[in-house]
């Protein structure tokens, strides 16, 4: 026998998730557009729980993520909803406002040249 699944089940499921709005999305593949634009980065991947969503980054696209741009709404109060996540889990930068949060990749502009 197949499962079944009616439209109004699959409504009330879709929006128990978190997800980017459209103005979070702008603001994150801006920054991605830029790093691949440089030839840092060259995949994506997004995922979405009913606590999160998640934004991941990859060099390669075999490789694990390098950075995860994390949103979540139940520390909005706390310590910001929006957080972005080393490769290893730690914590680089949080903040309420994603755009602030984000421009932890402008650090990354300038770099050293030797003569």
Known sequence: MQNV???RDYKAKAYDRI???RQE????LNVYG???AKGEWRDYAMGDTK???VFAIFRRASEMPVYRIVKRP??????GAYAILGATGQVLR???DLKVALRYF???KFSVVND
């Not at 139940?74 to 310590?79: F, G, S, T």
């Open 5 to 7: 699944t009616h439209l």
């Open 19 to 21: 997800f980017f709005n």
């Open 25 to 28: 999305l702008d603001a994150i």
């Open 34 to 36: 830029r790093m691949v």
């Open 51 to 53: 606590e999160q969503a």
């Open 74 to 79: 139940k520390l909005a109060k706390k310590q």
């Open 94 to 96: 949080r903040g309420h």
């Open 106 to 108: 402008d650090k990354k």
